[in-house]
């Protein structure tokens, strides 16, 4: 942990991790999950360390919110959403609001209008028309009503892709 919070220049005590990892296991006992791999306060110091909402003294209880509201957003989205994106929403949610229990009290929703690739795919998603995003996040809309389903395509060698479908 200290190693992902040196980079705001921060650190927390053993009993800071205890509380953590502590407070880690009420919060998926809480959602009735089981977690693999690396904790997500991983991703989550990692992401708001360099905040400069985040202070030495009280940093503890700050990511301690932050994780609670990780783990109750995790709950709240499909599994598609990676761990990263809930992370960076929770970042941009602190550095707008200051405070990690005003982040903590946020609708899942409102706090993953943070994450860009979250508005991103859910803007795509949304759209009653057929929708595509490219990578720079524009998205384009295409009308199925529009299509002209009588046009045929050529085939290999040039022949329709219809030639002797009654065969």
Excluded: H, K
Aim: with cysteine.
């Amino acid at each position: 942990m200290n190693g992902r919070l040196a980079a705001g220049g921060i650190s927390i005590s053993r009993e800071d991790a205890r509380m953590l990892a502590e407070r880690r296991d009420e919060a998926l006992r809480e959602i009735g999950r089981v977690e693999f791999g690396a904790p997500a306060i991983a991703a989550v110091a990692e992401a708001v360390a360099t905040s400069p909402c985040l202070l030495q003294e009280g940093v503890a209880q700050d990511l301690a919110e932050l994780q609670d509201a990780f783990y109750a957003i995790r709950d709240e989205l499909p599994v598609d959403v990676p761990d990263a994106e809930i992370a960076e929403a929770l970042r941009g949610c602190l550095d707008e609001w200051g405070d990690a229990a005003t982040v903590a009290s946020m609708p899942a929703e409102e706090v993953m209008g943070f994450s860009a690739e979250y508005v991103r795919a859910a803007g795509a998603e949304s759209c009653d028309e057929y929708c595509i995003a490219d990578d720079e996040g524009r998205t384009y809309s295409f009308d199925p009503a529009e299509w002209d389903y009588d046009e045929q395509a050529d085939g290999w060698d040039g022949e329709g892709w219809a030639d002797g479908w009654d065969d």
